[in-house]
């Protein structure tokens, strides 16, 4: 609100040092023709007079004539000028009102607005507010990272009191000073709303709470202890019926998104989680698009990674992109998991550029490994075909149309949505899991002064403290959160 202010003080300020010039100007040229004028009429008069007396002239009869047409035309913009400058004043009037109403419709709004922070601030029991119910890192004891990225980092954490006390979870913290130089407030808002709209939606990273001091934006999430598929695609190959698994319970993840107007765009082997039972938890909507009921689903931003970007999405062309982006990257992905990690589109063992990349994703067809079964590779390439009109779930029964091909042929769709469907296999309990007597917690750390968290967090950031950090209140006002199931225990 107050750059838009301060836009439309300059834009004011501008038209009247425009219209001020130009009065001078007309003013300039008024007197400038006056005195030019002046002897030209008396050289006329006196030609008329020499006329009049007999006097033959000194010229031709056509330089009065010249005179007189020179003259009129001299009026005539002389005439116009006068009207323009009229015509910006009463439009410059105008602008004038119009920022005169703005602005009083602007400290209106601000006033509700400080009137609604305070009465959110002392009832203090809403789920939104700029600090969430008290909840804070100090409540949190930091275990480990379990992930660093240019998103920020992920800590695995515990719980330190109530109803939830000891409790892992996994925390994302992410930089207010990082999202503010690259423009990115409304990728951190967005993914916020998103986990709100999907909690308690199978295989879709549930959120518990969301907080923010000054400089940071804090997102503690269920931990899935069974960590990504792409590291665990290294670890060990898939067969095609456990790869059908994931596959399988991702496309549900993706209908659930789709069905409330959410484009995920950034699908990929480390956004895959494996829960507590070794499902699958489709995570990280930080460049999530959320779509209002009344648009359309159409996008334009470019985004994602790019050995699973869409080929419409890297081409960018005004007719934006929809919702099967992400049924090509998931056709990325079902190849990578059923060859050991292994992309269509690049070759692991030599090395390539961006642009050679780009070029195989929209002109090349995709390299499908040869020992995969029919049906397998049938249902990548009808992923991977270039039209998204024309690819599997670009159509209008979208998630449906993949549900009905081949490979999952005899998936138990209900069963599988109620994980009555065993994953491939469970993750083994660990050390922290099963208590704090565990070697990493006898001396747990906690988020003020923790040398872990400081290394993690502070490398891209400016190091201001806190108190003197740029107010961010109002960008992310609204973003703190306590889940329902915390209020009601
Ligand atoms: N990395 C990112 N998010 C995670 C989560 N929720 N659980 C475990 N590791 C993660």
């Known amino acids: 609100m107050e750059s838009k202010k301060r836009t439309e003080w300059r834009y004011a300020w501008l038209c009247r040092g425009l219209l001020s010039m130009l009065t001078a ?61 009229d015509r910006l004043i009463s439009q410059f009037m105008q602008l004038d009102a119009d920022i005169q109403a703005n602005d009083k419709i602007i400290s209106e709004l601000m006033k509700k ?44 954490v515990r719980k330190k009191g109530g109803a939830d006390a000891g409790r892992l979870y996994a925390m994302k913290v992410l930089e207010k000073s990082s999202i503010i130089r690259n423009d ?44 990504n598929l792409r590291t665990k695609s ?50 990280d909507f930080g460049v999530s698009k959320m779509f209002l009921p009344c648009e359309q689903h159409q996008a334009h931003s470019y985004c994602g990674t790019l050995g699973y970007m869409a080929p419409e999405l890297i081409e960018s062309s ?31 063992s030599v090395s390539q550029t961006r642009k050679e990349i780009i070029h195989r994703i929209i002109e090349d067809e995709p390299c499908i490994q040869n020992d995969l079964s029919v049906h397998a590779k049938d249902f990548i390439s009808k992923l991977l075909v270039k039209d998204p009109r024309k690819r599997l779930g670009g159509g209008e029964d979208g998630a449906e149309e993949l549900k009905r091909h081949p490979f999952l042929n005899g998936m138990n769709w209900s069963d599988l ?4 469907i065993s994953a491939p296999f469970a993750p083994q309990e660990t050390n922290e899991s099963q208590g704090s007597n565990s070697v990493e917690e006898s001396s747990p750390i906690s988020f003020a002064g923790s040398p872990i968290f400081s290394a993690a967090t502070q490398t891209t950031l400016t190091n201001l403290p806190d108190s003197q950090f740029p107010n961010c209140d109002d960008i992310f006002w609204g973003y703190s959160y306590v889940s329902p199931s915390v209020h009601c225990s």
């Open 184 to 227: 990115t407030p409304t990728h951190a808002l967005t993914e916020r709303l998103v986990l709100e709209a999907v909690r308690n939606l199978p295989f879709l990273a549930t959120i518990h709470y969301a907080f923010q001091t000054d400089t940071k934006l804090y997102l503690v999430l269920d931990y899935a202890r069974g960590g």
């Open 417 to 420: 949505e109620q994980k009555k």
């Open 234 to 283: 290294y670890e060990r190959s898939f067969t095609e019926d456990e790869a059908r698994i994931y596959i399988s319970e991702t496309i549900l993840a993706l209908e659930y998104l789709h069905k409330r107007g959410i484009m995920h765009r950034d699908v990929k082997l480390e956004n895959i989680l494996l829960d507590s039972d070794g499902h699958a938890v489709l995570s």
């Open 25 to 85: 100007w007309v003013l300039v040229l008024e007197v400038k023709i006056k005195l030019w004028i002046a002897p030209s009429r008396q050289e006329t008069s006196n030609l008329k007079n020499a006329q009049a007396a007999g006097v033959p002239s000194s010229g031709p009869a056509e330089v009065a004539q010249e005179i007189q047409e020179l003259e009129d035309k001299l009026w005539e913009k002389i005439n116009c000028a006068k009207r323009i400058k």
């Open 318 to 348: 005004d007719a934006g992109y929809d919702m099967a982006v992400d049924w090509w990257s998931l056709g990325i992905v079902t190849h990578e998991l059923l060859t050991g990690g292994e992309s269509p589109f690049e070759t692991r």
């Open 113 to 156: 607005l400080n009137a609604l922070k305070h009465e959110e601030a002392e009832d203090g029991v809403g789920n939104i507010s700029t600090r969430a119910d008290g909840v804070d890192t100090a409540q949190f004891n930091v275990l480990r990272i379990l992930g660093v990225g240019g998103f920020g980092t992920v800590f695995l």
